[in-house]
């Protein structure tokens, strides 16, 4: 029995390295999630400045429509004002391509400020962009770096699984089984050691004739609080 326990808590040592090993596995691609959010994110804030810089463009295209629809109004009075007849015709017409020109100077400012606007919104889109490929980069050199971890978990979790398969033919099916539901239910660890009294795992403390059981070694004694296999960890007990 004592022979089974140590087969035990050598299958454990492996199990529980398997088991970090595993969640590992699982952890590792979450932190490229991270990273691929952070593109995503300034995907779309690139996109965004993209809309901002097209919006300016074409209310520049249409202010430059309006200045030259003035400027042709204006050509078109000022070379009428030659055939009117009175004063009085001539005043209002005047008096009519002055508030055309009024309208020019006005949209002639707001196209020069659509300039400034639509310099700046370029600079923008250009800086949003490079972040874009900041953000790729970080992403792609993560990408390496996981792939390159998860490889090296690869390894060493079949190395573990052939250490696993050595031990597994001493212990009894019925047994193993046992022992594996413990170990599932309990996410890698189903051995523990009696600390004085208590139990390894959960730390309560058990019943004498539990302790005396685990010390006789005569049979597998669980706890009855977790459920793990109890053994007395000469190490750490004298008695
Ligand atoms: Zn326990």
Known sequence: MSDLIETLRRLQTVDAELFRLRREQQQKPLALEHARQLVAEQQ???????????????????????????????????AQLFQVKTNKEYTAMQHEIDQHKADISLIEESIIALL??????????????????QEQATLREEEAKVAKELEGIGRQLATLEQQRQ?????????????????????????????????CGGCHMVQPPQVVSEVWLKAKLVTCESCNRILYVDDATNDR
């Open 44 to 78: 779309a804030n690139a996109q965004a400045a993209e809309a901002r810089l097209k919006a300016l463009q074409v209310e520049r295209k249409q202010k430059e429509l309006e200045l030259a629809t003035q400027e042709a109004e204006v050509k078109k009075l000022q």
């Open 116 to 133: 400034d606007a639509i310099d700046q919104a370029a600079r923008e889109h250009r800086a949003q962009m490079e972040r874009v490929a």
């Open 166 to 198: 050595a031990v597994t033919p001493m212990v009894q099916r019925d047994t193993l089984s046992a022992y594996e539901r413990i170990l599932n239910i309990r996410e890698g660890l189903a051995m523990v050691p009696l600390v004085k009294e208590s």
